[in-house]
Structure formats: structure tokens, C-alpha cells
């Protein structure tokens, strides 16, 4: 991994570090909010994008089948759709770095190009050789399930170094990314335990609280003012809540209940009304 000891208080030009921490602390909402890690990644991309002061900008969801693929959640518009087409299949996108991107995904590891003066040998790659570019990546890692759920790619240019990513930028990556795969590994963890796998944080929200208000409402013999007592909520409250969940209110449930008793009685008239079938003869041979 690259070396991030350094940290100088003054951010290089065209950074602004309070919008990446007022980026991470709404990621940091998502634990108590109904959204999720992709929806937290989605509304502050723009304040990443600010914040590293990046003029072109990727988020990448990897895709499961065969090759290395590529979905885009949120780009930059200065990011071409002939860019954007060649990194969904994997492929050299003149004007980024595809190489940067393809070995952060097989390495699993966060990387930086200052700047392409820097580089010698195999690394200067063609997207860097034609240009003053610098770039960052690194990669959102799911703890629980060990995979990469998303890459950032960010990238700036300039005549100088004086827009150059340093390590202390890269550092500020490295805790964003982090920070998303915590909330990926809680998202997983959730789903396990409220047994719901696969489901989005505000899914899973909506399918515990309907389940917890229908065994309440059980639990209170069908008493439909006593289990909105329990739960603490008034009774418009809890019809908002019934309406919300498509939970029967108590004359719907009468209703159904009616139905089903009709339902019952007439189903047993037809077996009583049926005629026998008739004996068995005994069939000479």
C-alpha cells in the first residue's frame, strides 16, 4: 500500500476536506436511516467529486459474471459515453485509466499516480504517457462476504503539479472507502439476522415492522386498540401504520374473516350435496 504517513493541515489546491467529511457523515446516516450504502454513495458523490476537486469521477459496482465488468453508478460529465461503454466491458478507455482501475480490482489494494512525470517502466501506461494526469482508486471491501462491492476512480489534470492528488488525498479515499464497507458488512449482518437476505436496510425495516405489528395485533386477541396502546402509538398513528403496510384494519379484518367463514360453509354444503360414488360390482371374468 501506498505510503499516507503524511498529513498536512492545509489541503492542496482545489480540495475542500469539509466536503468529504460532511460526505461521510451522511454515509454515517445510512446506519439509522432507511437507506443504503448504494444510495449514500449516489447522494454525495457530488460532494466527493467537489471535494477532491476531480474532473473526472467513477463509481464502479464490479459484475459477477465471467470477465471483469463494470457497472456505473455515478460519473462525472466530463467522463464521455465512448468511456463510459468501454469500461462497462472491461476494456482501454482513452482519457482513464482502465489499467489503474483493472489492477486496484485484482489487487484489492487502493493506488495513485501523482502525477506521470513520476512513473518509469510498465506503469506509464498510454491514458498517463499523452497527458498531465493524476488519478486515485480504491476499492469498497465487504468484510463479511470478502468482495469488492465498489471501485472510486478520480482523476484531475493540469499544466503543473500543483492539482496533483498526494497522499494525503489518497488518505481521505482510504477512509471513505472503509467506512463504505462497513456499512455494506452491517447491511449483510442485518439481513442475516432479521432473516431477510438481500433486501435494501429500508426492505428489511419495512418487512420487521409489519411483522412486529401483526403479532402484536395477535398477541392482543384482534384488539386493535390495545395493540396500538402497546406499540406506543395514538390511533391515527397506528392507521397510518396499518394503511402503510397494507395490514387489514379491524372491519376489513371482519370482512375477510366473514368471507372465509361463507367460504367455509358453503365449501362443506357441496360435500354433503355431492352424490356417492357408486358401489363397486364385482365384474365377472
Given amino acids: 500500500m501506498p505510503n499516507?504517513?503524511?498529513?498536512?493541515?492545509i489541503p492542496a489546491?482545489?480540495?475542500?476536506?469539509?466536503?468529504?467529511?460532511?460526505?461521510?457523515?451522511?454515509?454515517?446516516?445510512?446506519?439509522?436511516?432507511?437507506?443504503?450504502?448504494?444510495?449514500?454513495m449516489r447522494e454525495t458523490f457530488d460532494h466527493v467529486v467537489e471535494?477532491?476537486?476531480?474532473?473526472?469521477?467513477?463509481?464502479?459496482?464490479?459484475?459477477?459474471?465471467?470477465?471483469?465488468?463494470?457497472?456505473?453508478?455515478?460519473?462525472?460529465?466530463?467522463?464521455?459515453?465512448k468511456q463510459l461503454a468501454a469500461i462497462r466491458a472491461g476494456q482501454s478507455a482513452e482519457g482513464i485509466s482502465s489499467s489503474m482501475i483493472?489492477?486496484?480490482?485484482?489487487?484489492?489494494?487502493?493506488?495513485?499516480?501523482?502525477?506521470?512525470?513520476?512513473?518509469?517502466?510498465?506503469?506509464r501506461t498510454a491514458a498517463f504517457a499523452a497527458g498531465n494526469y493524476s488519478a486515485m482508486c480504491a476499492p469498497v471491501l465487504d468484510a463479511t462476504r470478502l468482495e469488492i462491492r465498489a471501485l472510486y476512480y478520480l482523476q484531475n489534470t493540469g499544466p503543473d503539479l500543483t492539482r496533483a492528488y498526494r497522499h494525503v488525498?489518497?488518505?481521505?479515499?482510504?477512509?471513505?472507502?472503509?467506512?463504505?464497507?462497513?456499512l455494506f458488512t452491517f447491511q449483510q449482518e442485518l439481513n442475516l439476522a432479521a432473516g431477510y437476505p438481500g433486501?435494501?436496510?429500508?426492505?428489511i425495516r419495512a418487512r420487521i415492522t409489519e411483522r412486529v405489528v401483526r403479532q402484536r395485533i395477535r398477541d392482543c386477541g384482534g384488539n386493535y386498540k390495545r395493540a396500538a396502546t402497546s406499540l406506543g402509538l395514538s390511533r391515527?398513528?397506528?392507521?397510518?401504520?396499518?394503511?402503510?403496510?397494507?395490514?387489514?384494519?379491524?372491519?376489513?379484518?371482519?370482512?375477510?374473516?366473514?368471507?372465509?367463514?361463507?367460504?367455509?360453509?358453503?365449501?362443506?354444503?357441496?360435500?354433503?350435496d355431492a352424490p356417492s360414488p357408486p358401489a363397486d360390482e364385482d365384474e365377472g371374468v
Fill in 4 to 9: 499516507t504517513d503524511s498529513f498536512p493541515a
Fill in 13 to 40: 489546491s482545489g480540495r475542500d476536506y469539509v466536503l468529504l467529511m460532511e460526505a461521510m457523515a451522511r454515509l454515517v446516516d445510512v446506519l439509522t436511516s432507511e437507506g443504503d450504502p448504494l444510495d449514500g
Fill in 51 to 81: 471535494g477532491f476537486g476531480a474532473e473526472k469521477a467513477l463509481i464502479l459496482i464490479p459484475q459477477p459474471e465471467g470477465r471483469v465488468r463494470f457497472e456505473v453508478l455515478a460519473s462525472t460529465a466530463r467522463v464521455k459515453p
Fill in 102 to 123: 483493472q489492477a486496484v480490482f485484482k489487487a484489492r489494494q487502493p493506488a495513485i499516480v501523482e502525477h506521470p512525470m513520476f512513473l518509469e517502466g510498465p506503469a
Fill in 169 to 182: 488525498d489518497l488518505r481521505f479515499l482510504i477512509a471513505l472507502t472503509e467506512l463504505l464497507g462497513r
Fill in 199 to 203: 433486501l435494501a436496510l429500508r426492505d
Fill in 236 to 272: 391515527a398513528s397506528f392507521y397510518r401504520v396499518l394503511e402503510l403496510y397494507s395490514i387489514p384494519t379491524r372491519n376489513e379484518q371482519r370482512q375477510i374473516d366473514q368471507m372465509e367463514t361463507i367460504g367455509s360453509t358453503l365449501g362443506s354444503e357441496d360435500e354433503e
